[in-house]
């Protein structure tokens, strides 16, 4: 087995809780796929400055999941986090070639409150 780093990309307003989810979320994915996680790294860059309130970086990767992947992702947590994912790739620190497995964990209810977001 080889180890693998879990980045949890937090969007909420209790960076303790969310540190505390992405090592649950990491630790559980890993035994799922047999593998072990080396260190759980929790990043804010990505959050914008308001929890639940839709930034440029976060509308745009949402277009381009729905565009490229038909994936759907929420304005809130989801949307963010793919932000930073499509961040840390553009900027090298996930460098070219990394295996990397996106853990999505829903939001699609929440896209009807931010329809005008995307008019």
Request: glycine share 12%; hydrophobic share 45%; with cysteine.
């Amino acid at each position: 087995m080889w180890p693998s780093q879990a980045v949890g990309l937090g969007a909420a307003a209790n960076p303790g809780m969310t540190r505390a989810a992405v090592a649950k979320i990491a630790r559980q994915t890993a035994q799922r796929v047999g593998r072990e996680t080396r260190t759980n790294v929790l990043e804010l860059r990505f959050a914008g400055p308001l929890c639940g309130v839709p930034d440029e970086g976060a509308l745009a990767a949402i277009r381009m999941g729905a565009e490229l992947e038909a994936m759907i992702t929420d304005p809130v947590y989801e949307g963010k986090s793919l932000a930073g994912l499509i961040g840390l790739a553009r900027s090298g620190e996930i460098p070219p070639g990394s295996r990397v497995l996106y853990v999505h964990l829903g939001g699609a209810p929440a896209l009807d409150a931010y329809r005008k977001a995307f008019a």
